[in-house]
C-alpha cells in the first residue's frame, strides 16, 4: 500500500502545480475536473502523512522505551499504545478510501417512484416515499426538482419524477432503489384491517448529453394536451411530450409545465439517464439481474424495506436492520439506515480484496 500512497501523493503535488497555472484556471472544464481529483486525494494524502507520523512517534517511544524506569517509562507505554492504536484506525480509514470508487458517484440522480400492488393505497405509500426523499434532501442540502408527476384520484402518486442534485447524492441514494412495502390500515378500509402495499424505487444516474448522445433518427415524438392539475393553459394546449427510443423501446413522458419545449428537455433527459443505465448494466453484463434488483416485479413478497405502522417499524431486509423509529423515518431522517447500508456496502468491498 505503501508504493500506492507514495504515487498518489505525487499525483496531488501535480494536481495542485496545475490548478495554479493560469492556463489551466482558463480552461473551466479542465479546472472543475482537476478540482474534483484534488477533493478525492486531499483525504487520502492527509491520513497517509498522518500515518507517516503515528509511525515515526512509535519508533520513537519504543527506542526510549527501553532506558526509561518509573513514570516514564508508564508513559511511553501509553505513547505505545495510542500510537498502535492510531496506525490501525489510519490503516482502516485508507483501506476504505483506496477501495475502487463507483463510477456514479460524482453524478447527481434522479428518482422515479410509483404505485405498485395494492391500488389506490399503493399510490398513496409513493407520495409517503416521495415526501420522505424530499425531507431527506433538505437534511442533506441537495437540491430537489420534481420533474414529472401523474397524480392519483386520492392524492397519491400514480407514478413521480425527480432530480436531486448535491454531494454524494448517488453513493446514499443508490441504496433506495427496489421495492418498498407498507403495512397499514388504508384510508379506503372501512374494517380496520391491514393491508399489504408496495411501491417500486428506481434510481438512475443522471447523464450528460456528452455521455449519451441521441440519434435524432431514433426518436419519435409525441404531443398531446396534459391532463390533471397544471395551471390554466395545461389542458388546452398540447404541451406535454412523450417520446420514444425506437431501439430501445424506452418511453418517457412529461407534462408537468406549461412549455412543450420545457416539457421535452426534460423528456430527454430522463430518457439519457435510462440509457446511461442501461449501457452501464450492459457492460457489466448484468442488465437483467440490474434492472430485475431495481425493480422487481413490484410484488408484496418482494421487496428491499418494509414499513410496518401498527407497530412503528422500519425492516430493511437487504441487511436484517430493524429500527422502531417510523415516524422520524418517513420525516427524512434516513441517516441510521443510509449509514448502514453505505458501511455495509464497504464491508463487502473490503472483505472481496482481501
Known amino acids: 500500500m505503501s508504493e500506492r500512497l507514495e504515487a498518489l501523493e505525487r499525483e496531488f503535488r501535480e494536481v495542485d502545480a496545475l490548478l495554479a497555472d493560469p492556463a489551466v484556471f482558463a480552461d473551466h472544464q479542465r479546472f472543475v475536473q482537476l478540482s474534483k481529483r484534488r477533493k478525492e486525494l486531499e483525504p487520502i494524502v492527509e491520513r497517509s502523512a498522518a500515518l507517516r507520523v503515528a509511525h515515526d512517534d512509535l519508533a520513537a517511544a ?20 495510542d500510537a498502535t492504536r492510531r496506525i490501525a484506525e489510519l490503516d482502516d480509514e485508507l ?26 393505497e399503493a399510490n398513496l405509500f409513493a407520495r409517503d416515499l416521495f415526501e420522505m426523499y424530499k425531507a431527506y434532501a433538505a437534511r442533506q442540502g441537495w437540491g430537489f426538482e420534481v420533474l414529472s408527476s401523474s397524480p392519483s384520484d386520492l392524492g397519491g402518486f400514480v407514478e413521480v419524477t425527480f432530480l436531486l442534485k448535491g454531494d454524494s447524492v448517488w453513493s446514499r441514494m443508490k441504496h433506495e432503489a427496489g421495492p418498498h412495502r407498507v403495512q397499514r390500515v388504508p384510508v379506503t378500509e372501512s374494517q380496520g384491517r391491514i393491508h399489504t402495499s408496495s411501491a417500486t424505487v428506481t434510481v438512475l444516474p443522471e447523464a450528460e448529453e456528452v455521455d449519451i448522445v441521441l440519434d435524432p433518427n431514433d426518436l419519435h415524438f409525441d404531443v398531446y394536451r396534459s391532463s390533471g392539475p397544471g ?4 389542458n388546452t394546449t398540447d404541451s406535454a411530450v412523450r417520446v420514444t427510443h425506437k431501439p430501445t423501446g424506452l418511453v418517457v413522458s ?26 452501464q448494466d450492459r457492460q457489466a453484463a448484468e442488465l437483467s439481474d440490474a434492472r430485475r434488483a431495481q425493480i422487481g416485479g413490484g410484488g408484496r413478497s418482494e421487496k428491499i424495506r418494509t414499513y410496518n405502522f401498527k407497530e412503528n417499524r422500519v425492516s430493511d431486509h437487504r441487511i436484517g436492520l430493524t429500527l422502531y423509529q417510523l415516524e422520524r423515518i418517513l420525516a427524512g431522517e434516513l441517516d441510521d439506515v443510509s449509514d448502514a447500508l453505505v458501511a455495509d456496502e464497504r464491508a463487502r468491498q473490503l472483505s472481496e480484496a482481501t
Do not use: Y
Open 62 to 81: 519504543r527506542e526510549m522505551f527501553g532506558d526509561a524506569v518509573g513514570e516514564d517509562r508508564e508513559t511511553l507505554r501509553v505513547e505505545i499504545d
Open 95 to 120: 483501506k476504505l478510501l483506496l477501495l475502487p470508487r463507483d463510477p456514479n458517484d460524482d453524478r447527481n440522480v434522479i428518482v422515479e417512484i410509483r404505485g405498485a400492488e395494492g391500488g389506490e
Open 254 to 279: 412529461m407534462q408537468d409545465e406549461k412549455s412543450q419545449l420545457q416539457n421535452k428537455e426534460r423528456a430527454l433527459k430522463v430518457l439519457r439517464s435510462r440509457l446511461l443505465r442501461l449501457e
Open 231 to 234: 395551471g390554466q393553459s395545461v
